[in-house]
């Protein structure tokens, strides 16, 4: 039998949303076909367009509500609607940590296989946590966040998950490329300057980095001194060249425009300089969480060998290496291992070592030379591990494995997949670490088959 699509392009239809799906949209059936509608929630009527069909879903936009879920909250920000970075905005918190929830849940049921109670941690303050914002230009100079799944730059005026300090810095940039006629990079044709701004911040203290088509900033002096005066926190202004046709962030020479080349941050009782290029979570009161929970699962004993896997700057090598004999930090940025070795020496730290490299190379070679970790603790990036570096561990036969992921959908392939090496997943939590976005991480606890947790 040949199913018929029941809606078409541009119709507008009212419908009852009855799920949320994992990617923060509401979803509605049609005579069982499935819609899925950005910005709505479970029990909202609603009219909505229908933008675009396939064979088995569609994707519609809200034109309005005729009657709201009763989960639905009142959004605070001006831009909610255009932008689309805050999915789960119009939710209320508790609805939101809730739902997260459940997309952990049911990604490890329906992916791998795995059912088991998530326990949720949510954040005491979701607004204002982000200490990383990455800012492109629009055609016409006014700094903002792509539209989702495009390039197409919606214009801001603050993004209320940032510092309220970034829409200052921005428009201080704004204004020197309006003065000296500084043009805004123009992806399709590969012309003017001014590529994206990216800021970090540990509090306490900001460095900007400008993404630049161009080897040099004109009025370098001036747009050094126009940021310092915006607040004493700056306390390093950074050129990040990056001529390449490419849409990565930053290209791969940095020069130091203006004081501090690294940012100084601190997590559990340890400091830290990142650099630019490093990887540091974005939230850091749940990171705190997210870490000393994953450090709880890991159960750390003083004769224990302990192997980070995707270590970035060090920040949980370190923080094991406190509580164990020797922690060994793998990690493929050079640039990030640099900084690792440079925070054991900040933090004197004796009986920790990192090595550059992939893990599924390198965990070989540790095996070799007869170095067996007693814990493995892996942070991969989105896309989740690969089954070499996941068969090298099985291999190197841990007692215990702490997996941190950011997309349940890769941590349930994953575990399926040591599962079948030998490993028993025994609890989990999902920690909010992007409120009011539909992200969310997750710590598992995994176990050698027969392996007795206390």
């Not at 123009?186 to 994206?196: A, L, P, Q, V």
Request: hydrophobic residues 40%; charged residues 25%; neutral net charge.
């Amino acid at each position: 039998m040949i199913f018929i699509i029941p809606v078409k392009k541009n119709d507008k239809i009212t419908v009852t949303v009855s799920a949320l799906s994992s990617s923060g949209s509401g979803i509605a059936k049609v005579s069982g076909y499935t819609l899925f509608i950005p910005q709505t929630l479970p029990e909202d009527l609603a009219e909505v367009l229908v933008l675009k069909t396939k064979s088995s879903y569609g994707y519609a936009k809200l034109i309005k509500l005729i009657s709201p879920s009763p989960h639905r909250t009142a959004v605070p920000c001006p831009h909610f609607e255009k932008c689309g970075g805050c999915q789960l905005m119009m939710a209320d918190y508790e609805y939101q940590k809730e739902a997260k929830r459940s997309f952990v849940e049911n990604a490890l049921s329906r992916i791998g296989g795995i059912d088991i109670k998530v326990d949720t941690v949510g954040a005491d303050t979701p607004f204002r946590y982000r200490n990383k914002m990455i800012f492109p230009f629009d055609k016409k100079g006014n700094w903002g966040f792509y539209r989702e799944r495009s390039h197409d730059v919606i214009p801001l005026s603050d993004c209320l998950l940032g510092d309220e300090l970034n829409k200052d810095i921005m428009n201080a940039v704004a204004d020197y490329m309006k003065k000296y006629d500084i043009s805004p990079y123009d992806e399709e044709n590969h012309t003017g300057i001014i590529r994206r701004v990216f800021i970090r911040n540990s509090g306490k203290e900001f460095i900007v980095i400008i993404s630049a088509n161009a080897d040099f900033l004109p009025h370098s002096d001036k747009f050094t001194a126009a940021l310092r005066a915006v607040s004493d926190k700056i306390s390093g202004i950074i050129l990040n060249i990056n001529k390449k046709r490419t849409n990565l962030v930053l290209g791969d020479k940095n020069v130091a425009l203006w004081g501090k080349s690294t940012l100084s941050a601190s997590l559990l009782g340890l400091k830290y300089e990142v650099s630019p290029e490093s990887f540091l979570q974005v939230n850091p009161a749940q990171t705190e969480r997210l870490y000393s929970l994953a450090l709880d699962y890991a159960d750390i004993k003083d004769s224990d060998t302990v192997l980070d896997i995707y270590c970035g700057i060090g920040t949980i090598t370190l923080s094991a290496a406190k509580k164990s004999m020797r922690a060994i930090g793998v990690e493929i940025v050079e640039k990030a291992i640099e900084n690792a070795q440079e925070n054991a020496e900040r933090n004197a730290i004796q009986n920790a070592e990192f090595y550059c490299g992939k893990a599924e190379n390198i965990v070989p070679e540790l095996l070799e030379k007869g170095i067996s970790p007693d814990i493995v603790i892996l942070d991969p990036a989105r896309k989740g591990s690969d089954e070499k570096t996941l068969t090298a561990i099985a291999e190197a036969v841990p007692r215990k494995i702490v997996y941190v992921s950011c997309n349940p959908a890769t941590l349930a392939r994953d575990l399926k997949f040591l599962a079948g090496l030998g490993y028993e997943v025994k609890k989990a939590t999902a920690v909010d670490m992007f409120p009011h976005t539909a992200h969310i991480e997750t710590v598992v606890l995994l176990t050698k088959a027969g392996f007795k947790t206390n």
